[in-house]
């Protein structure tokens, strides 16, 4: 007996690895990613991700607990322009306000100077 084959049409749909950045996009580090692009198939992206997470938040507080609350936003887990399903989580309103908040704080806080670091730079003047 011979075991069905598995035509083309029945790959996989989500074809990991096939992200594909805009032709002559240009990245900017101006402190805000405000005007970061989001891809022309965001909008799918989005779903995708509160699908995977079953449309519950995926924060997690400090104890540990995730909030599970009904979720309808999608956040980039790193900021910038790295919108991959890895990079991307699903969170409640609250829980978006609050990492947005905290980012913000942060972005506004001086950077506190790291300990002395004993690497160091080889081309460095
Ligand atoms: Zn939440």
Redesign the pocket.
């Known amino acids: 007996m011979r075991s069905p084959a598995i035509g083309p049409g029945l790959r996989d749909p989500e074809r990991p690895g096939g992200v594909r950045l805009p032709r002559g996009s240009v990245v900017t580090w101006d402190g805000s990613d405000r005007r970061a692009r989001l891809p022309h198939d965001w909008a799918l992206r989005r779903v995708r991700v509160l699908r995977r997470a079953g449309y519950k938040?995926e924060?997690r507080f400090s104890t540990g607990e995730r909030?599970?609350?009904p979720?309808n936003q999608v956040d980039h887990i790193v900021r910038g322009d790295d919108h991959s399903p890895e990079n991307l989580q699903a969170?409640?309103v609250?829980?978006h306000g609050q990492k947005t908040a905290g980012e913000a704080a942060q972005a506004r806080r001086p950077r506190p100077r790291r300990e002395r670091e004993s690497e160091r730079h080889p081309g460095s003047l």
Do not use: E, M
């Open positions: 938040c924060a909030c599970g609350a979720a969170l409640c609250y829980c």
